[in-house]
Nanobody, 119 residues
Framework: QVQPVESGGGLVQAGGSLRLSCAAS????????MGWYRQAPGKQRELVAS????????TYVDSVKGRFTFSRDNARNTVYLHMNSLKPEDTAVYYC????????????WGQGTQVTVSS
């Protein structure tokens, strides 16, 4: 199994925007719901957003609702996370993987992409 490859992170000032991308293998992506997860320093990894297999349904954790938008391109096995109005508390390493109701396996995580929001 090939791990997902996340990109697009960086350092941004509060209020700024970033677009994350993640290319996943067909074994993870094809026909499955997907999720964006993040892990802040000293905290457990958490699910930030999820998207249905067809892309028509999305869910978000309350802290990012109205600021983040999750989309997917099934032809490219790629998902995106558009992040606007970024806050310092959004600072974390962001990962994509299979989404609920499925649980990503331990060995399926990619390296993630670092997002740092300065105040």
């Amino acid at each position: 199994q090939v791990q997902p490859v996340e990109s697009g992170g960086g350092l941004v000032q509060a209020g700024g925007s970033l677009r994350l991308s993640c290319a996943a293998s067909r074994s993870i992506f094809s026909g499955n719901p997907m999720g964006w997860y993040r892990q802040a320093p000293g905290k457990q990894r958490e699910l930030v957003a999820s998207i249905s297999s067809g892309g028509s349904s999305t869910t978000y954790v309350d802290s990012v609702k109205g600021r983040f938008t999750f989309s997917r391109d099934n032809a490219r096995n790629t998902v995106y996370l558009h992040m606007n109005s970024l806050k310092p508390e959004d600072t974390a390493v962001y990962y994509c993987n299979i989404g609920p109701p499925y649980v990503p396996s331990r060995g399926s995580w990619g390296q993630g992409t670092q997002v740092t929001v300065s105040s």
